[in-house]
């Protein structure tokens, strides 16, 4: 039987949006970036963190697929919705709710590279750093994860836990 511990209270999660957002504004002060969402992970996550703007900012979506019903990645990455918004030299942030293997981020900043943007940035919620098979640093993130399945706020397993309100480590 699934067990849930509480990870993170959506008044902590809140906290630490409203933070990323004040330094992406801060960064972005004059520019107009394009967010550019991992679905379905990040969509949560990336209407709050759009709302805390200070900046004017467009949003597009991409879809990977690379976990299917799995707890694990399988390392292949498999591009199923593309972006719309033309991005040739544009400013692009991934929005990504948890960076954990970094192949998903390594393979779209290659994808979104090929588009000609002025420059690529990475956001994720969740930084899993330990979990690295590629050598990813992301430019923000929100909160360091040691260990854990986490679900909630986005996060899910096998579809299941995304629209809960807080972040959970998920005991299977």
Same mark, same amino acid.
């Given at each position: 039987?699934?067990?849930l511990?509480?990870y993170?209270?959506?008044?902590?999660?809140?906290?630490?949006?409203a933070?990323?957002a004040k330094?992406i504004?801060?960064d972005y002060k004059?520019?107009n970036?394009v967010f550019?969402?991992?679905?379905?992970g990040?969509? #949560?996550?990336?209407?709050?963190i759009?709302?805390?703007l200070?900046?004017p900012a467009?949003?597009?979506? #991409?879809?990977?697929s690379?976990?299917g !019903?799995?707890?694990?990645s399988?390392g292949?990455v498999?591009?199923?919705?593309?972006i719309?918004?033309?991005?040739?030299n544009r400013?692009v942030?991934?929005?990504?709710?948890?960076?954990?293997?970094?192949v998903?981020?390594?393979?779209l900043?290659?994808y979104? !590279?090929?588009? !000609?943007?002025n420059s690529i940035k990475?956001c994720?919620l969740?930084d899993?750093?330990g979990?690295?098979k590629?050598?990813?640093?992301?430019?923000?993130?929100?909160?360091?994860v040691?260990?854990g399945?986490?679900v909630?706020y986005?996060?899910?397993?096998a579809e299941k836990?995304?629209?809960?309100p807080d #972040?959970?480590?998920?005991?299977?």
């Amino acid at each position: 039987m699934s067990q849930l511990i509480l990870y993170l209270s959506k008044d902590e999660i809140q906290k630490i949006v409203a933070d990323m957002a004040k330094r992406i504004s801060d960064d972005y002060k004059g520019k107009n970036p394009v967010f550019v969402g991992i679905l379905k992970g990040s969509f #949560i996550f990336l209407s709050d963190i759009v709302r805390y703007l200070t900046i004017p900012a467009e949003l597009d979506f #991409i879809r990977t697929s690379s976990y299917g !019903n799995k707890s694990v990645s399988s390392g292949e990455v498999k591009l199923t919705k593309d972006i719309e918004v033309d991005i040739k030299n544009r400013d692009v942030i991934i929005v990504e709710d948890v960076a954990d293997t970094g192949v998903t981020l390594s393979y779209l900043i290659d994808y979104m !590279n090929s588009k !000609n943007p002025n420059s690529i940035k990475t956001c994720a919620l969740l930084d899993k750093r330990g979990y690295r098979k590629i050598g990813i640093e992301l430019d923000y993130y929100g909160h360091y994860v040691s260990e854990g399945f986490l679900v909630g706020y986005g996060l899910d397993y096998a579809e299941k836990y995304r629209c809960l309100p807080d #972040i959970y480590d998920l005991k299977l």
